[in-house]
T-cell receptor, first 112, second 112 residues
Framework: EAGVAQSPRYKIIEKRQSVAFWCNPISGHATLYWYQQILGQGPKLLIQFQNNGVVDDSQLPKDRFSAERLKGVDSTLKIQPAKLEDSAVYLCASSFISPEAFFGQGTRLTVV | AQSVTQLGSHVSVSEGALVLLRCNYSSSVPPYLFWYVQYPNQGLQLLLK??????LVKGINGFEAEFKKSETSFHLTKPSAHMSDAAEYFC??????????FGTGTSLTVIP
């Protein structure tokens, strides 16, 4: 069974630029999560989708971050404009019925 | 709201010694509890999970954890540390809504 796929693995951008991350969850997984992991910290939930609907986006900085999950499968997370404090690893995860999340390898974003 | 506290951001053990990583949770409902491991530049990999079955949970790579409701703890142990166990370990709690809350992580160093 293929795991959660994320791309790109690494991205370096200048502040005020925009960036997008892509995630393809495990086939059949209805729930998809985006987490932000700042160096030295645990992952923090940004947004949770159930199929193509948003369950929780209370911690998503909506003035600069946006996410969508078209057709309930792939998802993209966008940051526009990026700030220095957005430097982090962005993790995508998916889950099926059981409360267990499967994580992708993440995208490491560096904002300079 | 659910939360987890990991005591000790850094733990060092000698190769062959007991590994003990501490996790305490706060939950208003019976929780699901998890331990994840993260190797450098990788995503999170599930070590083990507690889902209200047996209180002693065995995971991969010789790790196990015991759910103690009276102490609100879910400490991770391994009888004999191996060099390959050096990584970051995260405790997480999930509620019935499948939202995951992570601790700040414990970095395990194994000394030869």
């Amino acid at each position: 069974e293929a795991g959660v796929a994320q791309s790109p693995r690494y991205k370096i951008i200048e502040k005020r630029q925009s960036v997008a991350f892509w995630c393809n969850p495990i086939s059949g997984h209805a729930t998809l999560y985006w987490y932000q992991q700042i160096l030295g910290q645990g992952p923090k939930l940004l947004i949770q989708f159930q199929n193509n609907g948003v369950v929780d986006d209370s911690q998503l900085p909506k003035d600069r971050f946006s996410a969508e999950r078209l057709k309930g499968v792939d998802s993209t997370l966008k940051i526009q404009p990026a700030k220095l404090e957005d430097s982090a690893v962005y993790l995508c995860a998916s889950s099926f019925i059981s409360p267990e999340a499967f994580f992708g390898q993440g995208t490491r974003l560096t904002v300079v | 709201a659910q939360s987890v506290t990991q005591l000790g951001s850094h733990v060092s053990v000698s190769e062959g010694a007991l590994v003990l990583l501490r996790c305490n949770y706060s939950s208003s409902v019976p929780p699901y509890l998890f331990w994840y491991v993260q190797y450098p530049n990788q995503g999170l990999q599930l070590l083990l999970k507690y889902t209200s079955a047996a209180t002693l949970v065995k995971g991969i790579n010789g790790f196990e954890a015991e759910f103690k409701k009276s102490e609100t703890s879910f400490h991770l142990t391994k009888p004999s540390a191996h060099m390959s166990d050096a990584a970051e370990y995260f405790c997480a709690v999930s509620d019935e809504g499948n939202q995951f809350y992570f601790g700040t992580g414990t970095s395990l160093t194994v000394i030869p």
